[in-house]
């Protein structure tokens, strides 16, 4: 599957359609991969990232999460086997749902993710070992922050039309450190954004 993404005003060296190719290993090398059937190799999981399937279009956010086996749910999340902290932290920032719908060119109400496009595709970027402790203190407070949801699962509680302030202000702190890394004003708007991601996705594409 191949998805073309118009790209307005961004640099002219660039293409101004970037073909997004469903792959079935990460675009950035050393990641690891969505696993995306039930296999024996569930069984030698001791924990893993979850990215749910199903998203909504005015979700900020994504519960993703760190699960060990008895409480991953392979039946709406994707897993992504182990536990690096600094890879989840990424994914919990705003960007990965700025890129899931850019990819999917959003309009949806209701959307799933296509892990062989939305996550392969994403351009993780380098990061120093400084870099990549903030990465895991900022991770951390969302976790703490989390912990004070109640009467919902996750999921359900981030496809609600508003999180808690404490909530929303621990994953504002983890997008200031995303973004710093990623090379971003901390006052980016979603198109610069958007821009910026493309932009890299683009140079790891022509590198592949």
């Known amino acids: 599957m191949t998805r073309l993404v118009s790209l307005k005003g ?13 792959r079935q290993n990460p675009i950035v090398k050393g990641l ?23 998203f909504r ?17 392979s039946e709406n ?3 992504v086997a182990g536990d690096n902290p600094a890879l989840l932290a990424i994914l919990m ?50 976790h703490r922050a989390r912990g004070s949801l109640k009467g919902s699962t996750l999921s359900e509680a981030y496809q609600q039309t508003a999180l808690p302030e404490h909530l929303v202000m621990a994953h504002e702190e983890l997008d200031r450190v995303v973004k710093e890394i990623f090379g971003l004003p901390e006052d980016a708007s979603e ?10 996705y683009l140079n790891l594409f022509q590198n592949s």
């Open 57 to 73: 279009s005015h979700q900020k956010y994504y519960a993703i999460e760190i699960l060990p086996p008895d409480l991953m749910d």
């Open 10 to 22: 961004v640099n002219s060296t660039l293409m101004l359609r970037v073909p997004v190719i469903a």
């Open 93 to 142: 920032s705003s960007l990965f749902p700025i890129w899931v719908k850019a990819v999917n060119k959003g309009g949806k109400e209701l959307g799933k993710i296509n892990p062989t496009l939305d996550y392969n595709n994403f351009p993780f970027p380098e990061f120093s070992k400084k870099q990549g402790k903030l990465l895991e203190e900022a991770g951390g407070r969302i």
């Open 32 to 54: 690891p991969p969505v696993i995306l059937e039930k296999t024996n190799s569930y069984s030698e999981i001791y924990s893993a990232i979850t990215i749910p399937k199903i």
């Open 191 to 200: 198109e610069v954004i958007v821009e910026k991601l493309f932009e890299n």
């Open 77 to 79: 999340s994707y897993l």
